[in-house]
């Protein structure tokens, strides 16, 4: 009933409706007319019709918020990695589209916020090699450098340690990632491809005995 009385639609007939009282029978014209609407609004919520246009409405709208979180998140990850989310997300929805339990039964929807999850990540493993210096820290510390004092090789020590840490996690990231894709697009494939229904062999096979029960009776009329 609220997303009834909610609904643009019943909204801009509210307005449209006191707009109309007002001119004829002032405020309390337009106050009757406003109650008339929303209660006629929350009255249709009970028909089934209604409802399943209000429970699509309001799945669109969350899909749609769902949606413009995604791509706020990539921003940052770069054209790459959004343009690998938009091809997943298309054949997603082609899932959809095609086998909706299928869809359902992997939880591809929840699969692509986990795709946008591992990117965020990825790009802060980025991030935390960027503020390293990559190349500009050495592969290990020597143990006597006069030129350096104890505490600040122990510094560099850490870093490099985190460094290394950082590139590990990238490559798991990596793997992570190019893992969805290749799972994706392997239910794609599944779907786009339609099952063979096991009753067309015995359809078939039916059809051939009737053909052969009605040539061997002829043969036996012939005879």
């Known amino acids: 009933m609220r997303g009834a009385v909610a609904s ?12 109309l009282g007002l001119g004829y029978a002032g405020i309390i014209g337009a106050v009757l007319a406003m109650v008339a609407v929303i209660t006629l609004g ?22 749609a918020h769902r949606e413009t979180s995604r791509l706020r998140a990539l ?4 054209p790459v990695r959004q343009t690998q989310y938009l091809e ?23 699969l692509l916020d986990h795709f946008v999850h591992l990117s965020v990540s990825h790009q802060r493993c ?16 020597p143990i006597t450098d006069a030129t350096k004092s104890k505490r600040r090789r122990e510094i560099q020590a850490r870093r490099i340690r985190h460094r290394d840490e950082c590139l590990r996690r990238v490559e798991g990231l990596v793997d992570e990632l190019e893992a ?9 494939q599944r779907t786009a491809c339609p099952s063979i ?27």
């Not at 909706?100 to 939880?107: D, K």
């Not at 090699?129 to 510390?141: D, H, K, S, T």
């Open 8 to 19: 643009p639609v019943c909204i801009a007939i509210s307005v449209f409706s006191a707009c």
């Open 42 to 63: 929350a009255l249709s919520a009970r028909y089934r019709i209604v409802q399943r246009h209000l429970d699509r409405q309001a799945q669109l709208r969350t899909r």
């Open 75 to 78: 921003r940052p990850s770069g």
């Open 88 to 110: 997943l997300r298309d054949l997603v929805e082609s899932i959809e589209k095609t086998d909706p339990a299928e869809a359902q039964r992997f939880e591809l929807q929840d």
């Open 126 to 141: 980025f991030e935390a090699l960027r503020l390293a210096g990559g190349n500009e820290l050495p592969v290990a510390i």
């Open 180 to 188: 969805i894709d290749e799972l994706v697009r392997l239910v794609a």
């Open 197 to 223: 229904d096991p009753d067309l062999d015995r359809e078939i096979e039916r059809r051939l005995w009737e053909l052969d029960e009605v040539e061997a009776a002829l043969n036996q009329l012939s005879a």
